[in-house]
C-alpha cells in the first residue's frame, strides 16, 4: 500500500511546481499582463472576429501538461482580443468596467495564500480587511455605527441579498406573497425583477411608478399608490429606487421616497451599484441626497471604484437586521464561535467560502489614496457634459436630459427614413469600427445610443475620439 501511496504522491506533488517553475510561471504572465497593458491605447475597444473565441476548444483538458507558452498564445488569440475589451478608456457602453493595477495584484497575493476570508476565527486580519471596506463604505453613504453589510460578486447579488433582508425584516409568510408589493420604476436593472423571483416573491405585485421627464421616480405618485394598495388591504414591503439607472444615469429623488417609506414604515433600498461612489464628489452627494434615510445601498466598486469584475456590496443601515436574515451555524463550525470580535461575512450573505474580495479594494485605497478616485470620478462627470455639449453642435443630434451622473442618451434624426433604423445602423458601425465602443438602447419604442463614462481610462482624448467617430459614421451612413 505505501508502494502505492508514494506512486501517487509522486504524480500528487505535480500540483506543487518548484521555486524556479513559479518563477517561470509569474513571469511569464506578467509579461503577458505588462503588454497587454502597454498596448492598451492601441487595442480596439470592440474586435469583431469571425472565429469568436472557438480555438478555446483547441486546447481541450488531457492528462498530459501543456506549455505554458502555447496556453498564453491561445488566451491572446481567443480570449483577450474577440468582444469587447472593458479595460479600455474608448469603452463607453452598458456601465464600463475598469480593473485598477493593484486589484490584480491584490487577487493574485489573495489566491497564493488563499486565506478563508468567510469566517473572523479562520482568518480575523482578512475579515478586518473586509470589514473595514464595508465601514468605509458605509460612511460614504452616511450610515450610522452599527451598520453592515457584504462583499459580493456584484450588484445583482447584492441587490438580491437586499430583498431577501427586507421580506425577512417585514416577516411576510409565503401565503401573504401575493399580496405583498414591491415598488420600483420601469427603468430599475432587471436584476432586480431576477431577484424578486429568487426571492420566492415571484407572485407579489410589482408596482411601476410613473416617472418625471428625466425618468426619476415620481415621489408623489408613488405616496398615491402606496396609499391605495394599503386600502386595498395589501403589504406594501419594499421600495427599490435607484442612484444612477443603466439605461438613462436617473437619480430617483432619494430623500422625498425617504420620507415616504419612513411614512409608511417600508423598506427602503436603493441600487447605487452604478452611481454610488460618485458620493466622493461634491455633486455626487447632492443628486444623491437622502441616500441615508435608506435602509440598505447596493454599491459596485466593480464600477464606480474601477475595480475588475467580482465586486460589489451590500450595506445594511442596522447591521443587526442583516445577521438576523443571513445568519446560520452548523455543527462543524463549533469552533469558529470562539472568535466573535468582528461579524463574519459568511454570517451576512450566503456565501460560505469565498474569494478574499476584500483585497483588491483594500489594496488600491492603501497605495493611491482616496483623493485620485475622487479624481477620477469628478472627471467622468465633466467628460460627460463635454460630450453632451459637443454632440448637440451636430446637426440633427437630438439629445436626452443633461447627465445627472456620467450616462446620457442621444439620437440623429436623418433627414428621410426612418430613425430607428438609422440610430441601430449607426450603432452597429461604429462596432463593426470597434475603436471605440458604445451601446444602445430603447425607450418606449425610440432607439438611442447612450455614452456611460465610468472606465478610470477614459480621459478627454478617448472621448474626442468618440466624438469624431460618431461624426464620421453618421456621415457614413446618411
Ligand atoms: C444600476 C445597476 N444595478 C445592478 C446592476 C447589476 O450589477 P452586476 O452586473 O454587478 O451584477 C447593474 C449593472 O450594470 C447596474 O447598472
Not at 427586507?166 to 416577516?171: Q, S, T, V, Y
Not at 409565503?174 to 420601469?186: E, G, P, Q
Not at 441601430?424 to 447612450?450: A, M, P, Q
Request: net charge negative; glycine share 8%.
Amino acid at each position: 500500500m505505501k508502494k502505492q501511496i508514494n506512486q501517487l504522491e509522486c504524480l500528487a506533488r505535480k500540483l506543487e511546481p518548484s521555486t524556479e517553475q513559479r518563477k517561470n510561471l509569474f513571469e511569464k504572465a506578467q509579461k503577458y499582463g505588462q503588454n497587454f497593458l502597454d498596448n492598451i491605447g492601441d487595442l480596439p475597444a470592440y474586435e469583431v472576429d469571425e472565429n469568436m473565441g472557438k480555438g478555446v476548444y483547441d486546447l481541450p483538458f488531457e492528462d498530459s501538461p501543456k506549455e505554458l507558452d502555447t496556453i498564453l498564445t491561445l488566451l491572446k488569440s481567443e480570449v483577450d482580443r474577440s468582444g469587447l475589451n472593458p479595460a479600455s478608456g474608448k469603452h463607453a457602453g452598458y456601465i464600463p468596467g475598469g480593473g485598477v493595477y493593484p486589484s490584480a495584484v491584490a487577487d493574485y497575493l489573495a489566491a497564493v495564500t488563499n486565506r478563508y476570508a468567510g469566517v473572523f476565527f479562520s482568518s480575523p486580519g482578512a475579515v478586518r480587511i473586509e470589514n473595514m471596506c464595508i465601514r468605509w463604505m458605509c460612511d460614504l453613504i452616511g450610515y450610522p455605527d452599527g451598520a453592515s453589510g457584504n462583499l459580493t460578486s456584484g450588484g445583482s447579488l447584492a441587490n438580491l441579498i437586499g430583498l431577501v433582508v427586507a421580506r425577512d425584516e417585514a416577516d411576510i409568510k409565503a401565503s401573504n406573497f401575493s399580496r405583498a408589493v414591491i415598488y420600483t420604476t420601469r427603468q430599475v436593472h432587471h436584476c432586480v425583477i431576477k431577484a424578486i423571483n429568487f426571492a420566492g416573491l415571484r407572485e407579489a405585485k410589482v408596482r411601476t411608478i410613473p416617472m418625471d421627464n428625466r425618468y426619476r421616480m415620481n415621489a408623489k405618485e408613488l405616496n398615491k399608490q402606496i396609499e391605495s394598495d394599503k386600502n386595498e388591504g395589501l403589504i406594501p414591503l419594499t421600495i427599490f429606487a435607484s442612484a444612477g439607472t443603466t439605461d438613462l444615469g436617473a437619480v430617483d429623488p432619494l430623500d422625498k421616497i425617504g420620507d415616504i417609506a419612513d411614512k409608511h414604515d417600508l423598506w427602503f433600498h436603493v441600487d447605487a451599484a452604478y452611481g454610488g461612489f460618485f458620493l466622493l464628489t461634491d455633486h455626487g452627494q447632492k443628486v444623491m441626497d437622502g441616500i441615508t434615510k435608506s435602509d440598505s445601498v447596493t454599491i459596485d466598486p466593480h464600477k464606480g471604484l474601477f475595480l475588475p469584475y467580482g465586486s460589489g456590496a451590500l450595506l445594511v443601515k442596522d447591521g443587526q437586521q442583516l445577521h438576523d436574515s443571513q445568519h446560520m451555524t452548523a455543527n462543524y463550525l463549533q469552533d469558529t464561535l470562539k472568535a466573535t470580535e468582528e461579524t463574519s461575512p459568511a454570517d451576512l450573505s450566503p456565501e460560505l467560502s469565498k474569494h478574499f474580495r476584500g483585497l483588491r479594494m483594500w489594496l488600491p485605497l492603501q497605495l493611491f489614496g482616496v483623493q485620485p478616485f475622487r479624481a477620477a470620478l469628478n472627471e467622468k462627470l465633466m467628460l460627460s457634459r463635454y460630450f453632451y455639449r459637443e454632440i448637440q453642435k451636430i446637426d440633427s443630434i437630438e439629445v436626452g436630459p443633461e447627465p445627472e451622473l456620467s450616462v446620457l442618451f442621444f439620437r440623429y434624426l436623418p433627414d428621410n427614413g426612418d430613425a430607428n433604423t438609422f440610430n441601430k445602423k449607426l450603432t452597429n458601425e461604429i462596432h463593426d469600427d470597434g475603436r471605440v465602443f458604445l451601446s444602445s438602447t430603447h425607450i418606449d419604442g425610440t432607439v438611442y445610443l447612450r455614452l456611460a463614462v465610468l472606465n478610470f481610462r477614459t480621459h478627454l482624448d478617448e472621448i474626442e475620439l468618440m466624438i469624431n467617430v460618431l461624426k464620421e459614421k453618421i456621415e457614413l451612413i446618411q
